[in-house]
């Protein structure tokens, strides 16, 4: 479609919209943004409050941006928020189990082959990491009582 008419939104223009409560920043996020817009680089969105918090507040920069202000105080410190070896590992795990059965594992089984296998991990860590690579089971479909129960099937 034709994007000449829309509204273009600076950083200045989307934070005067936050404090007014008016507006649609939320739009402009997908420069910081990958083309799906699945995953953001936070290194990227750090640098950018870094580079304009003279300007304005950090907090209301991660907030127009939807960053944590903590995670960003920490990084400006020099703490690091990549994945620890222990969550890489139990990401692979994950994905290894629920691979290796097709796909018709769910989480609390998932849960249990892996702390079976020795691996100290829980059900909502391993429900958050299938919801982060998109790995659903695949549900069985078995027929239903109404079925059954209709003068068709007697």
Same mark, same amino acid.
């Given at each position: ?12 223009s989307g ?5 007014a ?21 936070? #290194? ?7 580079? *304009? @918090? /003279? =300007? ?10 939807r ?12 703490? #690091? ?7 890489? *590992? @139990? /990401? =692979? ?62």
């Amino acid at each position: 479609g034709d994007h000449s008419n829309e509204r273009k939104y600076t950083l200045e223009s989307g934070l005067t919209a936050r404090r007014a409560g008016t507006g649609y920043f939320k739009k402009s996020l997908k420069h910081f943004q990958s083309r799906w817009g699945t995953t953001r680089d936070l #290194t990227k969105m750090y640098r950018f409050v870094e580079s *304009q @918090q /003279e =300007e304005h507040s950090v907090e209301l920069l991660c907030q127009t941006l939807r960053v944590s202000r903590s995670a960003w105080y920490a990084w400006h410190k020099g703490a #690091t928020h990549q994945m620890t070896s222990r969550n890489k *590992q @139990q /990401e =692979e795990g994950v994905i290894a189990v629920f691979s290796k059965h097709r796909r018709r594992y769910g989480a609390r089984r998932v849960v249990a082959e892996l702390q079976s296998q020795g691996m100290d991990i829980g059900y909502h860590k391993v429900r958050g990491i299938m919801k982060k690579h998109g790995l659903k089971a695949i549900q069985r479909h078995r027929p239903s009582d109404a079925l059954v129960c209709t003068p068709y099937y007697r």
